[in-house]
């Protein structure tokens, strides 16, 4: 099955600078990436995702860039504050619209955006 | 929109005992949901995929006996942790996905549950 391998564990920036985690994957059959935001006790919530066809996308401080080829993702946090500071996951699935498209996660990096 | 609801948000039973915990979709009809569970500072852990009308799918490793899955309805999916134990003390996340074949996930709020 896929594997997915989140780096690093845990990510200390001061205010205003940028952050970025890297995930790779296994299964070159995995077709959409996303990445979640998870506060203590909260629920996942999806930041930014990215399909297989595209190789970058930006959404204002938040952007993500996919290399097919080598099989990983990257989430960039730019201009970062301290609401920043949470768990992020990112997640790979397989699979074409209709199917289950199981997620598999990431361990989860740790991001603390220090004042 | 896409908002999933869990119940309850918390709950605390004796060792011996069942819990069911509902996940329900408010606004959109789920063919699909998941089971993930997640220890403190750990990563979530798909436990099955639930098809409504049909069996639920557990991955390797998880006891289907023991996590009974109901897909009865387009918006209601409901885990029922059986005979629980203290090590089955965790926060248990559900998911549904959009009939209408999206990609996204979107996730309840989970459910902490205590066995003593």
């Known amino acids: 099955g896929e594997n997915v391998e989140q780096h690093p564990s845990t990510l200390s920036v001061q205010e205003g600078d940028s952050a970025v985690i890297k995930c790779t994957y296994s299964?070159?059959?995995?077709?959409?990436f996303p990445w979640y935001k998870q506060e203590l006790g909260k629920r996942p919530q999806l930041i930014i995702d990215i399909r297989s066809n595209v190789g970058e996308k930006k959404d204002q401080r938040i952007a993500v860039t996919l290399n097919k080829t080598a099989k990983h993702f990257s989430l960039h946090i730019t201009e970062t504050q301290p609401e920043d500071s949470a768990v992020y996951f990112c997640a790979a699935s397989i699979g074409s619209s209709g199917s289950a498209r199981q997620l598999t996660f990431g361990s989860g990096t740790q991001l603390t955006v220090l004042p | 929109g896409a908002v999933v609801s869990q119940h309850p948000s918390w709950v605390i039973c004796k060792s011996g005992t069942s819990v069911k915990i509902e996940c329900r979709s408010l606004d959109f009809q789920a063919t699909t949901m998941f089971w993930y569970r997640q220890f403190p500072k750990q990563s979530l852990m798909l436990m099955a995929t639930s098809n409504e009308g049909s069996k639920a799918t557990y991955e390797q490793g998880v006891e289907k006996d023991k996590f009974l899955i109901n897909h009865a309805s387009l918006t209601l999916s409901t885990l029922t942790v059986t005979s629980a134990h203290p090590e089955d003390s965790s926060f248990y996340i559900c998911s549904a996905r959009d009939a209408r074949g999206r990609s996204e996930q979107y996730f309840g709020p989970g459910t902490r549950l205590t066995v003593t």
């Open positions: 299964d070159s059959a995995s077709n959409y």
